[in-house]
């Protein structure tokens, strides 16, 4: 009990100064780029815009405050749970994250879920038939694809599908025109398979190699070569003695690739013009919205810390080794 | 996706319409009068587009926040408006008069119109909107009002603490929101007199409204108007496979075929332009430490010669693939503009006669030199725009016949904003305000912010300009706002002082439906998109 707690409390102290760290980094690196929000905001109106107009638009947005005052107040209402408000959206940051967040989910956790299958599937079978035609053609196709950036990919897929082919929609979450209370399961599937599919490809190559290796390894072993001694088929000792094996780098892989995942929807939603947290995000860090930049920052660093958790606390689950050492 | 219905409007029903329109703009507020008219006007075939223009408002639509400042605030109305040949004509106002001293500017309201939840819009909900849009910090300046004050139902009064002919602009600009619906949540729902009703909003995604049957200037042809939110692949893209029937695209992807769509190109005052610094270099720096002034560019002749031997028919037709149109000042096309800056240019020989006889010697390298100082300065330019990168090129190329030698120079804003005092900078502007010209040019306003970079000053046109501001008519404004620009002696015009070199109007370019008729556009301002929608009550399916 008390190895659990401690092991609880490292992680969130852990976690406490890491999200201290990133956004201390974040604001120190957005007070210093040269964006000027306040000129962001004005834009094309900077001629007809008053000096005293621009002060009254600072003085509003509190950014009249040194720069060490406005991170401390900041802290401070975030210490009372509150994120602050968005400079361009207008609304609190939580209200902002929330909604963008809702569709970034969907689209991320299905990607997710294709990756982490698909990949793991085809490492299985390559290792599988190691050396044949088809173990070259998946690593053939492994190879080309961790080589390939996820936005061209996404425009090539745009081009096929939606443009040529007309199959699938151009983008967007949902049909143009339609309202949301009108919108149907089947529509919404549409808009998120070509996003889904270019999202998903980052992690394909990466778990298949992975697992095609350590799978290799496994059938090399003596335990291996044992069972196939006792007369044991090939796809026998992938199912009795490989799974459990494999699965412990596919795993890592997969909950590791949570922050590779954040960042690839952030291009995925700009391809695909879909509503999400990652196109919000953008838009913040262009426009210099410090408090929907940290509210993003702080939400992805729990994002991927929560994965790299996820990922600790399952290996005990799966590999009683680790359970068995268990140091806090 | 579905298919949108695109049935013909024959002739007949446009008159039908108009019938419509003025049965519809003289009944009363939805609620208490829905007799006939909307009753017929069911009968009226209606349909639907969807467009890609790009600029989503993330703010939302609150006209007091800065909504709706370029073209149609879509679903509030203003009190005055712009018609296509920017003409200024009534919306909400009947009328408006300014007293003799210029402060106190009276504006009578139509009587029956309605927000789009029935409420009849007043007076008060006019004060009530300035007088909040003042409050408000926001893009919206209003630093001359003092305030505004609703007399009675259909008077609102305006004090300004001084006389600013200029503040037609506002009544030009701001919609008015209703008081009784206005709160924190108003930009994501907004309630207005405009011709669309707000139906939903899926931010990062689209804008869906419907046309409002009781709109007072006639209800909208088009049923239901999707304003999609892509980027400009992703437009053109959907444009290809179909699913737009307005797309905003950049010049530079104006020259594709996409069937079943015309290319539209719309002129507009979104301008480039090289301002010289008119200052000579003597070593002074602003408090930022930007040192200030040029003995090159210092030189009028050497502004004029520049003006003069710029092609810029040639910039049209080699940088803008002939989607813009030579530009000879800040407002061409405007109802300020004054029509003698025009002249003739491209002409490197009256160029060279007018530096030969300024002085400025051709040297051995081919450059110009006069009393040691050597005719080279730098051209500064936002490093991430192609397109002035490209004008910045051409130029240099063009004044290098005259013995003139601009080195293009690609930079960040920032450090433009330290070199814009001492050095050449290509700029863009234009704006349906004049107070544009007069914040470029005024003496008084030189290096604040990014005003009169250039430190130009000439008293008589300072004057000119000043006397417009406190003009009490708006002829008179526009007769002062010329006389600035060439009075028959002196202006801000190219072959006068020539504090700038104007190169071009942009086109902003459209592919639009075939079959959808989206009128006569008036000539638009820098920004791109939005402005199309200032007349669409008047799109509609041929």
């Given at each position: 009990?008390?190895?659990?707690?401690?092991?609880?409390?490292?992680?969130?102290?852990r976690?406490?100064?890491?999200?201290a760290?990133?956004c201390a980094?974040?604001?120190?690196?957005?007070?210093?780029?040269?964006?000027?929000?306040?000129?962001?905001?004005?834009?094309a109106?900077m001629?007809?815009?008053?000096?005293?107009?621009?002060?009254?638009?600072?003085?509003?947005w509190g950014l009249?405050?040194?720069?060490?005052e406005?991170?401390?107040l900041?802290?401070?209402?975030?210490?009372q749970?509150d994120?602050g408000t968005?400079?361009?959206?207008?609304?609190?940051v939580?209200?902002v994250?929330a909604?963008?967040f809702?569709?970034?989910?969907?689209?991320?956790?299905?990607?997710?879920?294709?990756s982490g299958?698909?990949g793991?599937?085809?490492g299985?079978?390559?290792?599988r038939?190691?050396g044949t035609?088809?173990?070259r053609?998946i690593?053939?196709?492994?190879?080309t694809?961790a080589s390939?950036?996820?936005?061209?990919?996404?425009?090539?897929?745009l081009?096929v599908?939606?443009?040529?082919?007309g199959?699938?929609?151009m983008?967007?979450?949902?049909?143009?025109?339609v309202?949301s209370d009108?919108?149907?399961?089947l529509d919404?599937l549409?808009?998120?398979?070509?996003?889904a599919?270019?999202?998903?490809?980052i992690?394909?190559?990466?778990?298949?190699?992975?697992?095609?290796?350590?799978?290799?390894?496994?059938?090399?072993s003596d335990y291996?070569?044992?069972?196939r001694?006792?007369?044991?088929?090939?796809?026998?000792?992938?199912?009795?003695?490989?799974?459990?094996?494999?699965?412990l780098?596919?795993?890592t892989?997969q909950?590791?690739?949570?922050?590779?995942?954040?960042?690839?929807?952030?291009?995925?939603?700009?391809?695909?013009?879909y509503?999400?947290?990652?196109?919000?995000t953008?838009?913040?860090?262009?426009?210099g919205?410090?408090p929907?930049?940290l509210?993003?920052v702080i939400?992805?660093?729990?994002?991927?810390?929560?994965?790299n958790?996820?990922?600790?606390?399952?290996?005990?689950?799966?590999d009683?080794?680790t359970?068995?050492?268990?140091?806090a | 996706?579905?298919?949108r219905?695109?049935?013909n409007i024959?002739?007949?029903?446009?008159a039908?319409?108009?019938?419509?329109a003025l049965?519809?703009?003289s009944?009363?507020?939805?609620?208490t009068?829905?007799?006939?008219?909307?009753?017929a006007?069911?009968e009226?075939?209606?349909?639907e587009?969807?467009?890609?223009l790009g600029?989503e408002?993330?703010?939302?639509f609150?006209p007091?926040?800065?909504w709706?400042?370029?073209?149609?605030?879509?679903?509030?109305?203003?009190?005055?408006?712009?018609?296509?040949d920017?003409e200024?004509?009534?919306?909400?106002a009947t009328?408006?008069?300014?007293?003799?001293?210029g402060?106190?500017?009276?504006?009578?309201?139509?009587h029956?119109?309605?927000?789009h939840?029935?409420?009849p819009?007043t007076a008060?909900?006019v004060?009530f909107t300035?007088?909040?849009?003042?409050?408000?910090?926001?893009i919206?300046?209003?630093g001359?009002?003092?305030?505004?004050?609703a007399?009675?139902?259909?008077?609102?009064?305006f004090t300004l603490?001084?006389?600013r002919?200029?503040?037609?602009?506002?009544?030009?600009s701001?919609?008015?929101?209703p008081?009784?619906a206005?709160?924190p949540?108003y930009?994501?729902?907004?309630v207005?007199?405009?011709?669309?009703?707000?139906?939903?909003?899926?931010?990062?995604?689209?804008?869906?409204?419907?046309?409002?049957?009781?709109?007072?200037g006639?209800?909208?042809?088009?049923?239901?108007?999707?304003?999609?939110?892509?980027?400009e692949?992703?437009?053109?893209?959907?444009a290809?496979?179909?699913?737009?029937?307005?797309?905003a695209?950049?010049?530079?992807l104006a020259s594709?075929?996409?069937?079943?769509?015309?290319l539209?190109a719309?002129?507009?005052?979104?301008?480039?332009?090289?301002?010289?610094?008119?200052?000579p270099d003597e070593g002074?720096?602003?408090?930022?430490?930007?040192?200030?002034?040029?003995d090159?560019?210092?030189?009028?002749a050497?502004?004029r010669?520049?003006?003069?031997?710029?092609d810029?028919?040639?910039?049209v037709?080699?940088?803008?693939e002939?989607?813009?149109s030579?530009?000879?000042?800040v407002?061409?096309?405007?109802?300020?503009?004054?029509?003698d800056?025009?002249?003739?240019?491209?002409?490197?020989?009256a160029?060279?006669?007018?530096?030969?006889?300024?002085?400025?010697?051709?040297?051995?390298?081919?450059?110009?030199?006069?009393d040691g100082v050597s005719?080279r300065f730098?051209?500064?330019?936002?490093?991430?725009?192609?397109?002035?990168?490209?004008?910045?090129l051409a130029?240099?190329?063009q004044?290098?016949?005259?013995?003139v030698?601009?080195?293009?120079?690609?930079?960040?804003?920032?450090?433009?904003?330290?070199a814009?005092?001492?050095?050449a900078?290509l700029f863009?502007?234009?704006s349906?305000?004049?107070t544009?010209?007069?914040n470029?040019?005024?003496?008084?306003?030189?290096?604040?912010?990014?005003?009169n970079?250039?430190?130009?000053?000439n008293?008589?046109?300072d004057?000119?300009?000043?006397q417009?501001l406190?003009?009490?008519?708006?002829?008179?404004?526009?007769?002062?706002w010329?006389?600035?620009q060439w009075?028959?002696?002196t202006?801000?015009?190219?072959?006068?002082?020539a504090?700038?070199?104007?190169?071009v109007?942009?086109?902003?370019?459209?592919?639009?439906?075939d079959?959808?008729?989206?009128g006569?556009?008036?000539?638009?301002?820098?920004?791109?998109g939005w402005?199309?929608t200032?007349?669409?009550?008047?799109?509609?399916w041929?």
């Open positions: 009990m008390t190895a659990v707690l401690t092991y609880l409390a490292g992680k969130a102290f976690l406490a100064t890491l999200l760290a990133v980094l974040s604001f120190w690196l957005m007070h210093i780029s040269p964006i000027d929000p306040v000129q962001a905001y004005v834009g109106e001629m007809l815009v008053s000096p005293e107009q621009r002060a009254e638009i600072a003085e509003r009249d405050e040194p720069p060490i406005r991170f401390a900041w802290a401070a209402s975030l210490a749970g994120l968005s400079l361009i959206y207008r609304q609190p939580s209200t994250i909604e963008r809702a569709a970034s989910l969907v689209l991320m956790g299905t990607a997710w879920t294709l299958v698909f793991f599937a085809l299985v079978i390559a290792a038939y190691r035609l088809t173990d053609a690593r053939w196709y492994c190879l694809l390939t950036p996820a936005f061209w990919l996404g425009l090539l897929l081009m599908f939606a443009v040529w082919l199959l699938l929609p983008g967007l979450a949902s049909p143009a025109g309202r009108d919108v149907t399961w919404r549409r808009h998120l398979v070509l996003p599919l270019t999202l998903s490809v992690g394909v190559a990466n778990i298949a190699l992975h697992t095609r290796q350590k799978l290799i390894d496994v059938l090399a291996a070569v044992f069972a001694a006792r007369g044991e088929s090939e796809t026998g000792i992938i199912i009795r003695h490989g799974m459990r094996n494999v699965a780098p596919a795993l892989v909950f590791a690739s949570f922050s590779e995942l954040f960042g690839g929807a952030v291009l995925a939603e700009q391809v695909f013009s509503p999400g947290l990652g196109q919000a953008v838009q913040a860090g262009l426009q919205d410090v929907l930049l509210g993003a939400f992805s660093t729990l994002f991927v810390f929560a994965g958790l996820i990922a600790d606390v399952l290996y005990r689950a799966v009683p080794r359970r068995a050492e268990a140091p | 996706m579905p298919r219905l695109r049935p024959p002739a007949a029903t446009a039908v319409c108009l019938a419509l049965a519809v703009s009944a009363g507020c939805a609620g009068d829905t007799g006939g008219a909307s009753t006007s069911d009226r075939p209606r349909d587009i969807v467009v890609s600029g408002p993330e703010e939302g609150d007091i926040t800065g709706g400042r370029y073209g149609s605030p879509l679903f509030q109305s203003t009190l005055l408006a712009r018609d296509n920017l200024i004509v009534n919306d909400l009328g408006y008069e300014v007293s003799d001293d402060l106190t500017w009276t504006v009578t309201i139509r029956g119109v309605c927000f939840d029935g409420e819009l008060h909900d004060a300035f007088n909040t849009a003042k409050e408000s910090g926001s919206v300046d209003l001359a009002m003092e305030s505004a004050r007399i009675d139902d259909a008077t609102v009064v603490s001084e006389p002919s200029t503040f037609v602009v506002q009544l030009i701001l919609g008015i929101v008081r009784h206005y709160g949540e930009a994501r729902s907004p207005g007199s405009g011709p669309y009703r707000f139906v939903e909003w899926n931010p990062g995604q689209q804008l869906i409204v419907e046309a409002y049957e009781e709109y007072h006639g209800a909208a042809e088009i049923e239901r108007v999707t304003f999609v939110f892509m980027g692949d992703a437009t053109l893209a959907a290809r496979a179909g699913g737009l029937d307005v797309a695209v950049p010049a530079s594709q075929v996409i069937p079943g769509m015309r539209v719309v002129a507009s005052v979104d301008n480039r332009g090289i301002m010289f610094p008119t200052l002074e720096t602003t408090s930022d430490g930007a040192p200030i002034g040029n090159v560019t210092y030189d009028v050497i502004r010669a520049i003006n003069l031997a710029v810029r028919d040639a910039l037709e080699g940088v803008l002939g989607f813009g030579p530009a000879f000042s407002s061409d096309g405007l109802p300020w503009s004054n029509p800056v025009v002249f003739d240019d491209g002409d490197a020989a160029a060279r006669a007018l530096l030969d006889e300024a002085g400025w010697t051709e040297s051995a390298g081919g450059i110009r030199e006069k005719a730098d051209l500064v330019y936002p490093a991430d725009d192609l397109v002035r990168q490209s004008l910045a130029v240099a190329d004044v290098r016949q005259i013995g030698e601009m080195t293009p120079v690609g930079a960040s804003w920032d450090e433009i904003r330290m814009m005092h001492s050095d900078v863009g502007w234009g349906h305000d004049p544009e010209m007069y470029l040019h005024h003496g008084a306003l030189a290096g604040r912010e990014w005003w970079p250039g430190f130009y000053r008293p008589v046109i004057a000119y300009m000043d417009a406190a003009a009490t008519s708006e002829e008179a404004a526009l007769e002062l010329r006389k600035a009075d028959g002696v202006g801000i015009s190219g072959t006068a002082d504090p700038w070199c104007w190169l109007n942009l086109d902003h370019c459209f592919f639009v439906a079959g959808l008729d989206i006569p556009s008036r000539v638009q301002p820098h920004g791109h402005p199309i200032a007349d669409i009550t008047d799109w509609r041929e």
